[in-house]
Nanobody
Framework: QVQLVESGGGLVQAGGSLRLSCAAS????????MGWYRQAPGKQRELVAT???????IYADSVKGRFTISRDNAKNTVYLQMNSLKPEDTAVYYC???????????????WGQGTQVTVSS
C-alpha cells in the first residue's frame, strides 16, 4: 500500500504565502516525478508544478515566479512554496507521484486526498 498525505492548506489573504507538503509512505522502491495539481470548483484539474528525481522542475505559466516546488528524497516528500497568492489560486491542491513499488515494477501514479487552498481578495 502506498499513501500520499498532503498538509499545509488553509485560508490566506491575497499576497500571502502558504507551504504545502506531501509525504509518500508505504511500499516504495523509488519515486520518479512528483508534482502538484489543482482543481477549482467546476474546473478541470491542471498541473501546477512537477519535479523529477534529479530536481528539475516544470511550472505552469500562471505560477512561475511565485511558486517553488522542491523535494526531499530521503523523506519521500515534495513541497510547494506558494508566495504572492492570488484569488485565482483558490483550489483543491493534489499531490501526485510516480512510484515504483519494486525494482521490476512499472511506475504508477498515486494521488493524495487533496488539501484546500483558499485565497481571499
Amino acid at each position: 500500500q502506498v499513501q500520499l498525505v498532503e498538509s499545509g492548506g488553509g485560508l490566506v489573504q491575497a499576497g500571502g504565502s502558504l507551504r504545502l507538503s506531501c509525504a509518500a509512505s508505504g511500499s516504495i522502491f523509488s519515486i520518479n516525478a512528483m508534482g502538484w495539481y489543482r482543481q477549482a470548483p467546476g474546473k478541470q484539474r491542471e498541473l501546477v508544478a512537477t519535479i523529477n528525481s534529479g530536481g528539475r522542475s516544470i511550472y505552469a505559466d500562471s505560477v512561475k515566479g511565485r511558486f517553488t516546488i522542491s523535494r526531499d528524497n530521503a523523506k519521500n516528500t515534495v513541497y510547494l512554496q506558494m508566495n504572492s497568492l492570488k484569488p485565482e489560486d483558490t483550489a483543491v491542491y493534489y499531490c501526485n507521484a510516480a512510484i515504483r513499488r519494486a525494482r521490476e515494477a512499472y511506475g504508477e501514479d498515486y494521488w493524495g486526498q487533496g488539501t484546500q487552498v483558499t485565497v481571499s481578495s
